[in-house]
C-alpha cells in the first residue's frame, strides 16, 4: 500500500511537471514543480504542517513569478518564445488584370475583395517608436528601421473634389469629382514618402510573400502610347532601372493590404491605407488651387509625361520615362513628397461615380460601391498625362491590377 501511495504520488508530479513545461517551455521549471511537489506531498503525509507552508509558499511565489514573465532565480524560466511562423499566406492567384490605362479612365475603384487574412512576420523584438521633428517643422514618426517615415498629418477641414461647372476646368475635371463637398479629417499619420522598393524587400524577405504580379499574369508596362501587359514584370523587375530608394511597382491593391498588414503585426500600429479624402486633403495641405503650390505645372516639380496634351504649361520640360526617388522634388506643407506624379497611389475606397452620399469624416467610402471589383488610385504617374495630377483627380481599377506606374503610401492611426 506504501508504494501505491508513492507511486501515485509521483506519477501526479511528473504529470504536473509536463504540464508546466508546456506552459513554461523549459524542463528545468518542469523539473522545480515536479521536486517540489513530492516535497510538498512527503511533508503532508509526515503531518510537518509548518515545513508544508514555507514549501507551498516559495514554491506558489515561484509559479507565479513565472507565469508572469520575471526570472528570480536567473534560471531563465521563462514563458516559452514564440516558434518560428511558416511563409507567408500567399495572396489568392489573380485573373488577368484589366487595363483602363488604354481607356484613358480617370475615375476611382471597387470594394467586396477582402484583404489577405494573415501576414505573419517572422519573430521581432518589438520596435519602439521613434518621433523626431523635422526641419520643415512637422513630426516625423519611424516605428523600426524598415518601416515608412512617417508625418503627422494635422486634424482640419476642406472642400473634396471640383467645381464641374468651371468652363476652365472642363478639359480635365470629369463628373465624378463632384459635387464638391466638406469633409472634417482627424489627425493621422501618413507616410513621408510612397512605399519604396527597399521597405517592400524588407516585407519580402520577412515574409516570403509573393505579389499578385509574380505568382500569375505579369504587370502592365508603357510601351510607346499603348499599355501591354508583361507577364515576365513584377516588383523586382519593371521594365526600367529602379534603386531601393524609388517606389516599389507593379503591386496590385491587394499586395498592398498585405504590406500593411504586415506593418500593424510587426509594430503593434494600426497601419493602412490612406482613404481617398485624406489622400486629398493631405495632398493640398492647406491649399485650393489645382496643386499645392498653384495652378501651373512644370516638370520641376513633378515626375509625368511632359510630351502629353498641354494642361496649364504642362507640356515642356524633360520626360524622364520611368521612376525617380521618393525624395525628389520639394515636399508639401504638411511633409509629404510626390503627391503629384511619380505613381498613382491605391487608397482603400471603392469605386463610386459621384460623391453623393460620400462620408463628411475622412473615413474610406467602402459602402455603396458602383462596382464590387474596383479601387481607387491617386495622384497621377511618371506615364500619365498631367491633368491626372491634380489634387482632385481620380482613377479606378480591379484591386489586381498592377502597373509599372502603381504603387502606395501607408497611413496609420496615433493611437494603438
Known amino acids: 500500500m506504501e508504494g501505491l501511495k508513492w507511486f501515485a504520488i509521483t506519477a501526479g508530479s511528473l504529470f504536473c511537471g509536463y504540464l508546466w513545461h508546456k506552459l513554461s517551455g523549459n ?33 506558489g511565489y515561484l509559479v507565479l513569478s513565472v507565469a508572469s514573465g520575471d526570472d528570480p532565480l536567473g534560471t531563465q524560466l521563462a514563458r516559452k518564445p ?16 484589366k487595363s483602363g490605362y ?22 521581432v523584438a518589438l520596435p519602439t517608436a521613434v518621433t523626431t521633428v523635422g526641419t520643415d517643422g512637422n513630426a516625423h514618426i519611424k516605428d523600426c528601421a524598415d518601416c515608412p517615415e512617417l508625418v503627422i498629418i494635422p486634424a482640419g477641414q476642406f472642400v473634396m473634389g471640383s467645381d464641374i461647372k468651371k468652363a476652365a476646368l472642363a ?4 463628373s465624378s469629382e463632384g459635387p464638391q463637398h466638406k469633409v472634417a479629417v482627424r489627425s493621422f499619420a501618413a507616410g513621408r ?21 509574380e505568382q500569375s499574369g505579369g504587370c502592365f508596362a508603357r510601351g510607346g502610347d499603348k499599355w501591354t501587359n508583361h507577364r ?4 523586382r523587375e519593371v521594365g526600367f532601372a529602379q534603386a531601393d530608394d524609388h517606389p516599389v511597382v507593379c503591386v496590385s491593391w491587394t499586395d498592398a493590404q498585405a504590406y500593411a498588414q504586415w506593418l500593424t503585426q510587426t509594430t503593434r500600429q494600426s497601419y493602412r491605407l490612406l482613404s481617398e479624402s485624406e489622400r486629398e486633403y493631405a495632398t493640398r495641405a492647406g491649399s485650393t488651387t489645382v496643386f499645392w503650390w498653384g495652378d501651373t505645372l512644370d516638370s520641376e516639380r513633378a515626375n509625368y ?3 502629353a496634351a498641354d494642361y496649364r504649361g504642362s507640356n515642356k520640360g524633360v520626360w524622364r520615362k520611368a521612376t525617380v526617388p521618393v525624395s525628389s ?16 497611389e491605391w487608397v482603400q475606397d471603392c469605386q463610386h461615380t459621384s460623391y453623393v452620399g460620400a462620408p463628411a469624416d475622412g473615413s474610406a467610402w467602402v459602402k455603396a460601391c458602383q462596382a464590387l471589383d474596383k479601387r481607387v488610385q491617386r495622384g497621377g504617374a511618371w506615364a500619365r498625362e498631367p491633368a491626372t495630377l491634380r489634387a482632385s483627380s481620380r482613377a479606378w481599377f480591379t484591386p489586381d491590377f498592377r502597373s509599372n506606374a502603381g504603387g502606395f503610401r501607408v497611413a496609420r492611426g496615433l493611437g494603438k
Open 82 to 97: 514564440a516558434s518560428s511562423v511558416p511563409a507567408a499566406q500567399r495572396a489568392p492567384r489573380a485573373s488577368q488584370p
Open 305 to 307: 509625361d511632359t510630351t
Open 232 to 235: 515576365e514584370f513584377q516588383w
Open 27 to 59: 524542463w528545468t521549471a518542469a523539473t522545480v514543480v515536479t521536486v517540489g511537489l513530492v516535497i510538498l506531498a512527503n511533508m503532508l503525509l509526515q503531518q510537518r504542517w509548518a515545513l508544508a507552508t514555507v514549501v507551498l509558499v516559495a514554491g
Open 171 to 174: 478639359q480635365a475635371v470629369d
Open 193 to 213: 514618402y510612397a512605399v519604396t522598393k527597399g521597405q517592400f524587400a524588407a516585407f519580402v524577405r520577412a515574409t516570403h510573400y509573393r505579389t499578385e504580379a
Open 102 to 123: 488604354d481607356k484613358g479612365e480617370t475615375t476611382t475603384s471597387g470594394v467586396g475583395l477582402v484583404a489577405p487574412t494573415s501576414v505573419p512576420a517572422e519573430p
Open 329 to 344: 522634388f520639394s515636399p508639401n506643407p504638411f511633409g509629404l513628397y510626390n503627391v503629384h506624379g511619380n505613381v498613382w
